[in-house]
């Protein structure tokens, strides 16, 4: 992988097309599920820099930035709670 900025943010666009195509719209999972899976893909790269694994890190740091940017991406697209009154887009 390149490590340079134009790297890393192809890596972390790379992913964010491959979980779109294995899992397909996310717009509809709240904060708490993004929290959930966000820890998940965490937890994976805590677990490779425990074991000192280069390439597992490398995979894990792109899914967890990847993750991260489908939340925000997400964010644009909200569907208000059904108990909430008016609901303004951010």
């Given at each position: 992988?390149?490590?340079?900025?134009?790297?890393?943010?192809?890596?972390?666009?790379?992913?964010?097309?491959?979980?779109?195509?294995?899992?397909?719209?996310?717009?509809?999972?709240?904060?708490?599920?993004?929290?959930?899976?966000?820890?998940?893909?965490?937890?994976?790269?805590?677990?490779?820099?425990?074991?000192?694994d280069e390439e597992?890190?490398?995979?894990?740091?792109?899914?967890?930035?990847?993750?991260?940017?489908?939340?925000?991406?997400?964010?644009?697209?909200?569907?208000?709670?059904?108990?909430?009154?008016?609901?303004?887009?951010?």
């Amino acid at each position: 992988m390149n490590f340079t900025f134009e790297g890393v943010t192809h890596a972390v666009y790379s992913e964010r097309q491959r979980q779109d195509i294995k899992w397909g719209s996310q717009r509809h999972l709240d904060d708490t599920l993004w929290a959930t899976i966000l820890g998940e893909e965490y937890g994976e790269l805590c677990e490779a820099i425990l074991e000192r694994d280069e390439e597992g890190m490398v995979k894990e740091a792109i899914q967890v930035a990847a993750v991260c940017f489908a939340f925000l991406e997400q964010r644009g697209f909200r569907v208000p709670p059904e108990d909430e009154g008016c609901y303004e887009q951010a």
